[in-house]
């Protein structure tokens, strides 16, 4: 992963006002844990008109999705809810050429409550003028359990210590 693409997803998607919400292993990062992570998961409000400015602000960055399905069907919440039920999918990958080294994950359902989620979110200038949304640490672990991957126990297990450990200063 890049940390340039990084900075240019960010930026794309808070130039095109995009409620979203970085989660993921970079998420993991933002609360202090530095660990390697290879993709850039983002949680979008799956509201048909942010979902359909998240398309195009990733587009204009060369992002598409890897399975050939376009923003309009990503924004028909019933359309999801049968990939979901009949695939199984958690995510739908996107790749650009110009970005190689860090694709996006974008998930499929809320794996929250956004709203109150983006109010409690860790917020990072990450250049200035931008700024990014991470998940807050709660609902990330909470995140995490529910994926229940070796790496995500390992994730959890960090998060717990770094949160024990910031309590008791």
């Known amino acids: ?45 799956l509201e048909p008109e942010n979902i359909q400015r998240g398309f195009r602000a990733l587009a204009r960055l060369g992002y598409s999705p890897r399975v050939p399905v376009t923003a309009e069907q990503f924004a028909d919440a019933a359309v999801r809810e049968g990939w979901v039920r009949e695939k199984g999918m958690r995510v739908l990958n996107l790749f650009s050429d110009r970005h190689r080294e860090t694709p996006i994950d974008i998930f499929v359902e809320e794996p929250f409550d956004f709203d109150k ?53």
């Open 1 to 45: 992963m890049k940390l340039k693409s990084v900075r240019a997803i960010a930026r794309s998607l808070q130039k095109a006002d995009v409620r979203c919400l970085f989660a993921g292993g970079i998420a993991v990062v933002a609360h202090g844990y530095g660990r390697m992570t290879f993709d850039v998961d983002v949680v979008l409000q």
């Open 117 to 169: 989620a983006f109010a409690a979110a860790r917020c990072e200038e990450i250049e200035p003028g931008v700024t990014m949304r991470f998940v807050d640490r709660r609902r990330l672990i909470a995140m995490k359990k529910r994926a229940g991957r070796p790496k995500d126990l390992d994730d959890i297990e960090h998060l717990r210590r770094l949160q024990q450990d910031h309590g008791r200063r």
